[in-house]
């Protein structure tokens, strides 16, 4: 018995007729510019990355789906700062900011609670500005996000960060002049106006009190209309 599932044989696409790939029979894949890291392995060269004591690790956990765990040392402040750099060695460039581009940032992670370090996950430019951060501040249970450009800030009501896996996505689209925040199937918007310049994705664990903390990253997404 066949499986029951919808089935195109002769194909479909998202391309326009009469363009380049117009009589493709998939969904055109270069509408998106995107990077997706499942961490079914994981090269450190491929990020870049900056601890505030040598003592913290990114290795790959055991896991379904594949993981990766940050660990980070147990003084009050330190963190693990990761960037995109593709091998390079340094934060790599290469996400649009600015325009009228749609944008989609993702990441789903695993958290068991009391967690009272931050985690956040951000497109940072290339001027230093930081473009989606989503922050777990304090030693609450509530995850704050935060889209921050030219250092202003607008921040959402906090919603409750559950224990196990939580998502988080963050889709921004420059016509509308705002960032839709989904944590956990809850949706949250507000105005955000992306700084110019190209970005990189990175993602960072700090610590709020004087202990070490882990936080176990199941995937990271980034995506940005062509």
């Known amino acids: 018995m066949l499986n029951t599932v919808t089935r195109w044989p002769n194909g479909f696409t998202n391309s326009q007729p009469g363009s380049a790939l117009g009589d493709l029979k998939v969904p055109n894949p270069t509408t998106y510019f995107s990077l997706f890291d499942d961490f079914l392995k994981y090269t450190a060269t491929d990020w870049s990355i900056v601890e505030s004591d040598p003592s913290a690790t990114e290795a790959l956990a055991s896991g379904p789906n594949g993981q990766l765990q940050i660990t980070n040392s147990n003084g009050l402040g330190d963190y693990v700062n990761m960037k995109w ?54 030693s609450s249970n509530d995850i704050t996000a935060s889209v921050v450009a030219d250092n202003n800030a607008y921040d959402s009501d906090p919603v409750t960060l559950s224990d196990g896996y939580n998502e988080a996505v963050i889709v921004y689209t420059a016509e509308d002049g705002k960032a839709t925040f989904y944590l956990n199937g809850a949706a949250y918007s507000m105005p955000f106006s992306a700084p ?8 960072t664990l700090s610590n709020v009190n004087a202990a070490s903390h882990f936080v176990v990253i199941d995937w990271v997404l980034a995506a940005v209309a062509r």
Do not use: M
């Open 196 to 203: 110019s310049g190209l970005g990189t994705v990175g993602l």
């Open 85 to 138: 750099s593709g091998g390079t060695g340094s934060p790599l460039y290469v996400f649009p900011l600015g325009g009228t581009k749609d944008t989609i940032f993702g990441v789903r992670f695993y958290t068991e609670e009391p967690l009272t370090s931050g985690i956040s996950f951000s497109l940072t430019s290339s001027d230093g500005q930081n473009g989606f951060v989503l922050d777990k501040p304090g």
